[in-house]
């Protein structure tokens, strides 16, 4: 990996020192410094909550190594920030060697590979006895581009070892994933804000209306405790009166030091300001939030810097010429990204175009498109060069905003000629809405102008996915034979391997499997010997959507095993692709289970909805979902389709398809028929359009009507596209009994029909190796693992684990408003029992895995779990209309968490009691005169369970006078009255 600059920058990286308004937090340090073996923690709240100010008090008294970085705008960019960790490691440890890191970037590692060395590299100095704690403060700086970096160095790091991070809002990092683990700590503005107990303690001579309107703000309770008057003011205010009282020159000198993050005397020179002597002491002294961080530097807050800054914009000329000198200072100082944030604010448009042509292609050839879609955006367009407007193109393309890209590539084309690079992106744009024979054009118009053979690769490239697409496949095989002979004249390996993963893919539809085979082995081995896996990954979906389409399943899974051990490696785009062709591989294979589950994972990795393949994967889910049988579930995941469909024919399809499935599970057929119907002049995947063909033919044979149209042209469609029938592999646990009841009898499938089962049965051998969770909840509570008992060592643990079964996926403000009922301290003691519980789950060896997955900010039970509950088994039977009366007292083993007083689970306990009484009572009323003794055993039990049951005494009292035994039914009678007595006593 290529170094993004050679930086010269002296790093940030001073403890703020202790100030007169400073207010000790001491609980929440306690808090902090009690959990030595969490790896992150987190302060996330607005400016103004004291988030560096806890995190220096803590610093200030840690024994341990302190690394503390005040981030930049710059240090966004993967190699920028390493830059910055290693500089500010090694000035603080000397001895830190960093070998492995630095072995990493000479061999060009990966954002993953130079994230585990610097872990590697921080975990030796264990063998010193030393512990670090990283701080990165205004980590909402940090662009996504970060994320992988960051995810891989904290998971890495060994025990001891901290990242400590102060940002507004969010952090790049998957913190909810690290908290299923009680791997972070998350303090938010609800935690940082001081108690009523704490803002009287530090405040107690303010008026009482005062203290309450401060709302526990600490910016505004540490400013208002110094304030000479009682009255209450916003903290911006009290920082302007404070500015006010300062004599006149100081004054005139603070707006236009608005726009540095750290003050000094020679800054302030380089801004042609010359400060008095005595300046800072000046504005200390009289109150105002600047934190010391050397002898000659000083940190205003935010919020001072948000008062200066408003005043600075009062006066439009000195804002845009001190905007224009701090950027052309920082870029002096090799920081051109905040730089660019300060010409951008000046307007000074031609200054940011220099900066972006600087940083834009290095940005590009890291693949880091967020960060370059993002520093983009502030500059109009018509100010940028046709350059960079290909450039933004194309990242607008990649990140998913295949609208705005396109837009953006045929203004430019309206200005001039188009390259052939940019005309390929294009081609991909038309072809990604399924309209390739305007993209085949496009491509051809650039064949015929583009001289440059790298411009003329990218359209060969380009155009055989066209005439793929287009069933054009020996003209296909032509371009791609075109682009293999460009990237050999180039010496380019690169695209000579997508080359022969371009001609494997044509040669799999030709059915010329040897070829393909032989090409994408090919392709592999130079993958291999380049070290390169995400076009690695890329290759591997081809691979599989060619076998997967010719029924070479074994192949198919072959390649997906592969793929996904490579998908470990977490590399953006190719992931999501592999894990969606897995998700199809398992779909195909009637895995709906594992299908889902592919799906899932692919869609967490999609951070931005509108990206290509957000909907696919979405729209697949929810299929899937649907032909699991969770219908709620699946009506709720098409309601969330439905807001993000835009109005493309493939996510209409999706729409329509989706419904149709729904309905069709639902055994409303006419409704299917009409979307089936709806969505089959849209369908851009032949096998969707087989599909529609085949679930429109059973619903007309379910409603009595001649679907014999229907199915033929269902195997017709699948004769002319020389597809096997993997297709229909997909919906079989859904129309199987279509198949055995209209199809097998059928003279012309009967053979075809016989060849699909012996295909699924060949496919569908493997056992589900999941590990088995048997809750026993009815009674005694018990947890085994295959069979292994496990110890829950709390009682709300058991109770966590019970509510995550009966109510599935749930928010934590949920569990806990549930479990601890408002209890104070409530939400400590959940994050005590979540980590109990999943300590105890993981005792097993067979589950190496998250069993607690925190996603979205739901906690669930892992779908690598095979849930048994008897709470279930008691439900089932109680559905199921040939339940006998043993089956029944054997389920219920008794009450449900008699030792749980929460609300939630007595309306459990009293909702399957109800359940079970009145199923009871109906089989002992109906056996009545067929089977008196069944009756008489049903009314006992229900007297068990309930011993007020009206109808239960009138039962038994009916069965006595049937048998003329009137004493019994007296005695009846009289039990009644005790009971009812001995339950008023």
């Given at each position: 990996m290529a170094r993004l600059t050679t930086s010269s920058r002296k790093p940030v990286a001073r403890i703020p020192k202790e100030l007169p308004l400073e207010l000790e937090r001491k609980a929440l340090l306690k808090q902090v410094s009690g959990l030595p073996d969490c790896r992150v923690?987190?302060?996330?709240?607005?400016?103004?909550f004291g988030k560096s100010t806890l995190l220096a008090q803590l610093a200030r008294r840690s024994k341990r190594v302190v690394a503390w970085v005040l981030l930049t705008p710059d240090d966004a960019s993967v190699l920028r920030l390493l830059e910055v960790l290693l500089e500010e490691l090694k000035r603080m440890l000397p001895s830190f060697a960093a070998q492995a890191t630095t072995a990493a970037l000479a061999a060009q590692a990966s954002a993953e590979g130079l994230g585990r060395a610097l872990a590697r590299d921080l975990n030796a100095l264990e063998e010193a006895k030393q512990t670090v704690d990283i701080v990165l403060d205004r980590t909402e700086v940090l662009s996504a581009s970060v994320s992988v970096f960051l995810e891989v160095f904290v998971e890495q790091l060994g025990e001891g070892h901290r990242v400590l991070l102060a940002g507004f809002a969010s952090s790049p990092l998957p913190l909810s994933r690290w908290a299923a683990r009680s791997d972070v700590l998350v303090f938010s503005a609800d935690q940082l804000r001081f108690s009523d107990a704490e803002t009287k303690g530090f405040a107690g001579n303010l008026e009482e209306s005062a203290l309450a309107s401060l709302d526990g703000f600490p910016a505004a309770l540490a400013l208002a405790v110094q304030q000479q008057e009682k009255t209450l003011v916003s903290p911006q205010s009290l920082i302007l009166e404070r500015v006010q009282r300062l004599p006149q020159e100081i004054q005139e000198l603070l707006p236009p030091l608005a726009v540095l993050d750290v003050w000094s005397v020679a800054v302030a020179?380089?801004?042609?300001?010359?400060?008095?002597?005595?300046?800072?002491?000046?504005?200390?002294?009289?109150?105002?939030?600047?934190?010391?961080?050397?002898?000659t530097e000083y940190r205003p807050h935010q919020l001072f810097l948000e008062v200066l800054s408003k005043e600075l914009e009062l006066d439009s000329a000195r804002h845009i010429k001190f905007r224009v000198l701090v950027g052309q200072l920082y870029l002096k100082q090799d920081k051109p990204l905040i730089a660019l944030e300060h010409f951008c604010a000046a307007r000074d448009w031609s200054a940011s175009v220099k900066v972006l042509e600087k940083v834009a292609p290095i940005f590009l050839?890291?693949?880091?498109?967020?960060?370059?879609?993002k520093i983009s955006q502030p500059v109009p367009k018509k100010y940028l060069t046709q350059q960079l407007l290909s450039m933004l193109g194309y990242t607008l393309y990649v990140t998913g905003a295949v609208a705005d890209s396109k837009s953006i590539l045929q203004e430019l084309s309206q200005e001039k000629t188009l390259s052939g690079y940019e005309k390929a992106i294009l081609a991909q744009i038309e072809a990604f809405h399924g309209r390739y024979s305007q993209a085949l054009a496009i491509v051809e118009e650039g064949l015929q102008t583009e001289n440059n053979p790298r411009f003329r690769l990218e359209l060969y490239n380009s155009g055989w996915f066209q005439l793929f697409s287009m069933g054009r496949l020996s003209e296909a095989l032509v371009y791609a034979s075109q682009g293999i002979q460009i990237a050999k004249s180039l010496d380019n390996p690169i695209h000579y391997a997508k080359g022969l993963t371009n001609i494997g893919t044509i040669y799999g539809e030709l059915k010329k499997h040897n070829e393909a085979d032989a090409a994408f082995t090919e392709a592999v081995r130079i993958y291999d010997t380049l070290g390169a896996i995400r076009p690695k990954l890329e290759m591997y979906n081809n691979w599989v959507d060619v076998a997967l389409t010719h029924g070479r399943l074994q192949v198919a899974l072959d390649c997906v095993d592969i793929g996904i051990r490579l998908v470990g490696q977490k590399h953006g785009r190719a992931s999501i692709l592999l894990l969606g062709q897995q998700g199809l591989t398992f779909y195909a294979l009637n895995k709906p289970a594992k299908a889902a589950n592919c799906f899932k994972q692919s869609l967490h990795l999609i951070k931005d909805v509108q990206f290509e393949y957000a909907f696919l994967h979405r729209s697949s889910l929810t299929q899937v979902t649907t032909l699991t049988g969770n219908l709620l579930e699946a009506e709720k995941l098409l309601a969330e389709l439905k807001l993000l469909e835009q109005g493309s024919d493939q996510n209409q399809n999706g729409i329509f398809f989706t419904e149709a499935l729904i309905a069709f599970c639902k055994k409303d057929y006419v409704v299917a028929i009409d979307f089936f119907t709806k969505a089959i002049p849209l369908n851009l995947f032949i096998w969707d359009e087989i599909r529609a063909y085949m679930f429109v033919g059973a619903c007309q044979f379910y409603l009595g009507e001649?679907?014999?149209?229907?199915?033929?042209?269902?195997?017709?469609?699948?004769?002319?596209?020389?597809?096997?029938?993997?297709?229909?592999?997909?919906?079989?646990?859904?129309?199987?009994?279509?198949?055995?009841?209209?199809?097998?009898?059928?003279?012309?499938?009967?053979?075809?029909?016989?060849?699909?089962?012996?295909?699924?049965?060949?496919?569908?051998?493997?056992?589900?190796?999941?590990?088995?969770?048997?809750?026993?909840?009815?009674g005694d509570f018990q947890v085994l693992i295959d069979d292994v008992e496990v110890?829950?060592?709390?009682?709300?643990?058991?109770?966590?684990?019970?509510?995550?079964?009966?109510?599935?996926?749930?928010?934590?403000?949920?569990?806990?408003?549930?479990?601890?009922?408002?209890?104070?301290?409530?939400?400590?003691?959940?994050?005590?029992?979540?980590?109990?519980?999943?300590?105890?789950?993981?005792?097993?060896?067979?589950?190496?895995?998250?069993?607690?997955?925190?996603e979205a900010g739901r906690y669930e039970l892992s779908e690598y779990l095979k849930i048994e509950w008897d709470v279930h088994s008691l439900e089932a039977l109680l559905r199921n209309p040939d339940s006998s009366l043993?089956?029944?007292?054997?389920?219920?083993?008794?009450?449900?968490?008699?030792?749980?007083?929460?609300?939630?689970?007595?309306?459990?306990?009293?909702?399957?009691?109800?359940?079970?009484?009145?199923?009871?009572?109906?089989?002992?009323?109906?056996?009545?005169?067929?089977?008196?003794?069944?009756a008489l055993e049903a009314y006992q039990f229900v007297l068990h369970l309930e011993p007020l049951t009206d109808e239960a005494y009138d039962g038994l009292q009916g069965l006595a006078v049937s048998r003329g035994d009137r004493f019994e039914a007296v005695f009846i009678e009289l039990q009644r009255g005790r009971e009812v007595q001995r339950l008023l006593n």
């Open positions: 923690v987190a302060l996330l709240a607005p400016s103004g020179k380089d801004l042609t300001l010359k400060l008095p002597t005595g300046f800072f002491e000046t504005v200390l002294a009289i109150g105002l939030p600047l934190m010391p961080i050397s002898t050839q890291r693949h880091e498109y967020s960060l370059l879609k001649s679907s014999s149209e229907s199915i033929a042209i269902a195997f017709q469609k699948i004769d002319d596209s020389v597809q096997h029938d993997t297709p229909l592999l997909s919906d079989f646990s859904v129309l199987e009994p279509f198949y055995k009841e209209h199809l097998l009898p059928n003279p012309l499938y009967k053979t075809r029909v016989k060849n699909l089962f012996a295909l699924l049965e060949s496919v569908s051998v493997e056992r589900d190796t999941r590990p088995v969770l048997k809750v026993r909840s009815l110890d829950v060592p709390l009682s709300k643990s058991k109770e966590v684990l019970a509510f995550l079964l009966s109510q599935g996926s749930s928010l934590q403000k949920d569990l806990v408003s549930a479990v601890w009922e408002g209890a104070r301290l409530a939400t400590d003691y959940f994050r005590v029992a979540i980590r109990k519980l999943r300590l105890a789950l993981t005792s097993v060896s067979v589950v190496n895995f998250d069993p607690l997955p925190l043993e089956q029944l007292k054997a389920a219920y083993t008794g009450e449900f968490l008699p030792f749980a007083e929460t609300d939630w689970a007595a309306q459990t306990r009293q909702r399957l009691q109800n359940l079970l009484v009145a199923r009871v009572l109906a089989m002992a009323q109906n056996a009545e005169a067929s089977e008196p003794l069944l």
